[in-house]
């Protein structure tokens, strides 16, 4: 087998599936970018969007405008000296695309340029900007496959299609973290590479440690107070993954239970009138492991569509290195997980398994030992292989070797 072409890229542009100012910092692009920061510098560019907000949702589309307008003044920034982000001025929609299209790419060259960026690998996780790879002439690029985009509550499927056909295509490794998503496409692409999501490991893991040996001590403020048994969800409630009709009855079948929500809502205000559920927001990325360790049962009551089939959510590998007990909705990547979380499908099976999981709880250990070799580190490690074995390679690496120029499945 001839050796691939040797190309080194002395920097990543990520054009990413959120906004690095007011996203959740624990996805998949921004993990990724945070360990292959150590190898070279990074631009995260936030993203431009999937679809356009609708005056429609009342206070969530203030909320949405207000938020993306503090990004956009913000312009570049350099986080430290090789993490910098970019929130470019782009217009969103069809209307838009044209002027996006003539502007988007200047601004991105001139933030990498002051990043010491020359010759980018280019990461596309936000599919439109699939149209500005080339005019940033990318030493290689890499395509995020990590959800069906298309199912995107008011995008527009047709365009997400378009772009993800462009970069199946075109990229140097096409990543997929969903076994669905990776056996249903993998083989229309031009170099399909799996690699699942990975964990912080140490901190959720510690974070639990630290409840099961001090207790509620070891709990956040503001849910210190709250009564046992507690159940806890944390993650973005959004009516494409969270479920309100499922999560509502099962309240109603569990009233001697606190439930607490800890995330982002843009669900319609008032959607929950339960006294026994407290709606705390969204935390900082830094926090998230000591509320996920101060429940007795964590949850993920998730809608059935395609969004969830083809879903591998981070925060399942997150519960586990908790160590707290799991009850979910079924969804095709558990097959995984097989012992490690009860799955429950409708609000009565839903709550006796809460129940169960409160009454005999599963050892923390045993929960965090499935998912202790999963660090975003090795996940990181396991790109770089299947890059080489393409050969790209950051700047200063020796060329690989054909030990290196194997298939890597991470």
């Not at 990318?138 to 509550?153: H, I, K, L």
């Not at 490794?173 to 056996?183: M, S, Y």
């Not at 990325?285 to 083809?310: S, T």
Request: a neutral charge; one cysteine or more.
């Amino acid at each position: 087998m001839p050796m691939p072409e040797f190309r080194e890229f002395d920097g990543v542009i990520c054009f990413g599936g959120g906004d690095w100012w007011y996203h959740n910092r624990g996805h998949y692009d921004m993990q990724m970018m945070r360990h292959l920061s150590a190898h070279v510098p990074i631009l995260y560019v936030n993203s431009i969007g999937i679809r356009v907000p609708s005056v429609r949702e009342g206070s969530m589309f203030v909320r949405r405008v207000t938020r993306k307008l503090r990004s956009l003044s913000r312009g570049f920034k350099r986080v430290d000296e090789r993490w910098g982000v970019c929130s470019p001025f782009a217009i969103p929609g069809q209307r838009g695309k044209g002027i996006t299209r003539a502007v988007l790419p200047a601004q991105v060259r001139l933030a990498a340029r002051r990043m010491g960026i020359r010759r980018p690998l280019v990461w596309v996780t936000c599919p439109p900007t699939a149209d500005f790879v080339d005019a940033l002439r990318p030493v290689a690029s890499v395509y995020q496959r990590t959800d069906r985009w298309e199912e995107f509550p008011q995008a527009n499927p047709a365009g997400i299609q378009r772009c993800d056909r462009l970069m199946k295509d075109k990229a140097e490794a096409t990543l997929f973290c969903a076994d669905l998503l990776f056996e249903e496409e993998g083989a229309g692409c031009r170099n399909p590479v799996y690699i699942d999501h990975g964990v912080d490991f140490s901190r959720f893991a510690e974070a639990g440690r630290r409840a099961d040996a001090e207790g509620d001590t070891a709990a956040p403020e503001d849910v210190r107070e709250l009564p046992h048994p507690r159940v806890g969800f944390i993650g973005g409630i959004d009516s494409h993954t969270f479920d309100p009709k499922l999560f509502l009855d099962v309240v109603q079948r569990l009233p001697d239970h606190r439930f607490f929500l800890v995330g982002a809502c843009s669900l319609p205000e008032g959607w929950c009138p339960h006294a026994n559920v407290t709606l705390l927001g969204q935390r900082p990325y830094e926090d998230v492991a000591a509320y996920m360790a101060a429940a007795d049962v964590l949850i993920m009551p998730w809608n059935q569509n395609e969004w969830i089939r083809a879903c591998n959510p981070v925060k399942l590998k997150e519960y586990l290195a908790a160590g707290r007990p799991i009850v979910t909705r079924d969804f095709y990547e558990l097959r995984r997980y097989d012992g490690v979380v009860r799955i429950a499908g409708t609000a009565d099976e839903f709550a006796d398994a809460i129940r169960q999981g409160v009454a005999s709880p599963d050892d923390p250990e045993r929960l965090r030992a499935r998912v202790e070799a999963q660090t975003w580190t090795a996940k990181a490690e396991a790109l770089l292989a299947a890059l080489a074995a393409r050969g790209v390679v950051p700047v200063g690496t020796n060329a690989p070797s054909a030990a290196a120029m194997e298939p890597v499945r991470g």
